[in-house]
Nanobody
Framework: QVQLVESGGGLVQSGGSLRLSCAAS????????MYWFRQTPGKEREFVAG????????AYADSVKGRFTISRDNDLNSVYLQMNSLKPEDTAVYYC??????????????????WGQGTQVTVSS
């Protein structure tokens, strides 16, 4: 089973930037689309961004469009989330996730095969 390890979270002021990274184990990284989700206490985990296995296609939640950018490096088995113009409402635990389905595109409601442990992002006002 693939293991996903996130890094890069932290505390940042409103308007600032952070870059999250997710390193995946195994040899099948380039076979699957990858995603970032986030969760705050008392709320369901929500989709933030997704990227197809080739990196050609991306998808974003409306709340982050124009501010966040997802990318991947299949040679390094890694996926990234560049977060700019951060807002206090972006505060959450961010999770990296691997698609359960082999597809050439990207979904905004994927079934997830594996989750990372999460990294906390806190944006102060």
């Amino acid at each position: 089973q693939v293991q996903l390890v996130e890094s890069g979270g932290g505390l940042v002021q409103s308007g600032g930037s952070l870059r999250l990274s997710c390193a995946a184990s195994g040899r099948t990284f380039s076979t699957y689309a990858m995603y970032w989700f986030r969760q705050t206490p008392g709320k369901e985990r929500e989709f933030v961004a997704g990227i197809s296995r080739s990196g050609r296609y991306t998808a974003y939640a409306d709340s982050v469009k124009g501010r966040f950018t997802i990318s991947r490096d299949n040679d390094l088995n890694s996926v990234y989330l560049q977060m700019n113009s951060l807002k206090p409402e972006d505060t959450a635990v961010y999770y990296c996730a691997r698609d359960a389905t082999v597809r050439t595109s990207v979904s905004t409601e994927p079934a997830i095969a594996s989750w990372g442990q999460g990294t906390q992002v806190t944006v102060s006002s």
